[in-house]
């Protein structure tokens, strides 16, 4: 089965599961206690805490291990709500991850503004200084890179914009740590990111704050700011596979395999539309309207020919309507329906884009087929 579906989880990489394994069988210990050979795992933890912070060009007292993207965002505006006034609002963009719209709804209700995109999905920074001044804001939240379509959001200039009115601002960079370069991360006061996005293993992530901040009470762990005891396996794991995504760069060769997927689509399917062809977009995804057919018959019909493609965010999965992200583009509910997500990694090859695209002909042509004999039947 060729997989394009790494928006929602990647392959664990060689090098994440090694240091996994390794440190699972080695290091199992728990950090926090007297023995010598548990301080040997905690001086690891330290370590790679330094390491990943290196990476991000960010402090290593502001970086806390947690256990995904989701509890980070929800850690986030958890904190800032006990200790922002409690008129103040926040600000986000309307295609954020649902684990930043609904954290944002639950901490600041009636209290979360959006910023309009003009249905190009992008914020415009010169709309952001003027809404800074109109009200109390908590925080801003814009992510830099969406899980749906790949559009890339002008978050460092929107980091630059709060520092100068002195707002918080916190990015989910969940979809673009990995994949793009991560040495600016600085200019964000809260940040969040999953190792498994980008080759890591599951249930862990990371949470850029102030090192004053703390969000889960009980033990003394991540000196007092986030209380459980530390998932070393699961970091030395998310470390192993950020260290290999930076190593490999960012090779054109992918970004012109999708390119030339997107071309010999619309070349076989007349009417497809690509999400957001125009703007700057991450190198592994389109995100694809098609002329006809709902994305659940396309995502059937592809995975019956070998192809893992999915509708769209998997967070979104089972829920009724269509995605905010689309409706933020200006699309109706009947349009969201038929949009397809791939997204393909640093492993997928040109010859699986181009296999991609072939199975998209033939599905197309089966689909229109299965409605035309569905016709005759029903008459
Ligand atoms: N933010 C973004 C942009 C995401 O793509 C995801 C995962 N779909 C998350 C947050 C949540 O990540 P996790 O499920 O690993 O907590």
Request: net charge negative; proline share 5%.
């Amino acid at each position: 089965m060729a997989y394009f579906d790494n928006n929602a989880t990647t392959r664990p990489c060689e090098g994440a599961l090694v240091s996994y394994s390794k440190a699972l069988s080695g290091d199992w210990r728990n950090p926090s206690a007297p023995s010598s050979a548990a301080a040997r795992v905690r001086a690891k933890l330290d370590l790679a805490r330094e390491q990943l912070a290196t990476c991000l060009g960010v402090s290593p007292d502001t970086v806390s291990f947690t256990s995904g993207a989701t509890e980070s965002n929800n850690a986030v505006f958890s904190y800032i709500s006990r200790h922002a006034s409690s008129d103040s609002r926040v600000l986000l963009s309307p295609v954020e991850h649902p684990s930043v719209r609904e954290a944002a709804r639950r901490y600041f209700p009636g209290r979360v503004d959006e910023l309009a995109v003009g249905g190009s999905e992008i914020v415009d920074p010169s709309i952001l200084a003027p809404a800074l001044d109109a009200t109390e804001v908590a925080l801003v939240s814009v992510m830099a890179a969406n899980n749906e379509t790949g559009v890339i959001q002008p978050w460092e200039q929107i980091a630059e914009i709060c520092r100068v009115h002195g707002v918080p601002f916190h990015c989910d960079a969940t979809q673009w740590l990995g994949k793009l370069p991560s040495g600016e991360f600085d200019a964000c006061d809260y940040l969040s990111a999953s190792a498994h996005k980008f080759g890591g293993v599951k249930g862990v992530g990371i949470l850029k704050a102030p090192a004053e901040v703390s969000f889960i009470v009980g033990g003394e762990q991540e000196v007092g700011r986030r209380a459980g005891t530390e998932n070393f396996p699961g970091v030395a794991a998310m470390l192993a596979a950020l260290e290999e995504a930076y190593s490999f760069g960012k090779a054109p060769i992918l970004e012109q395999a999708r390119n030339a997927f997107e071309e010999s689509l619309r070349a076989s399917i007349p009417g497809v539309e690509v999400l957001g062809e125009n703007l700057s977009r991450l190198w592994n995804v389109s995100a694809l309207l098609m002329p006809r057919f709902e994305n659940l018959r396309w995502v059937g019909k592809l995975e019956k020919m070998g192809h893992e493609v999915s509708t769209g965010s998997a967070c979104a999965t089972g829920q009724d309507g269509p995605s905010h992200v689309s409706v933020a583009m200006g699309f109706s509910s009947e349009q969201a329906r038929r949009v397809v997500r791939v997204s393909g990694s640093r492993e997928t090859t040109p010859a699986e884009w181009s296999s991609l695209a072939d199975a998209f002909r033939l599905a197309y042509a089966e689909l229109q087929a299965d409605s035309s004999s569905y016709e005759v039947v029903s008459i």
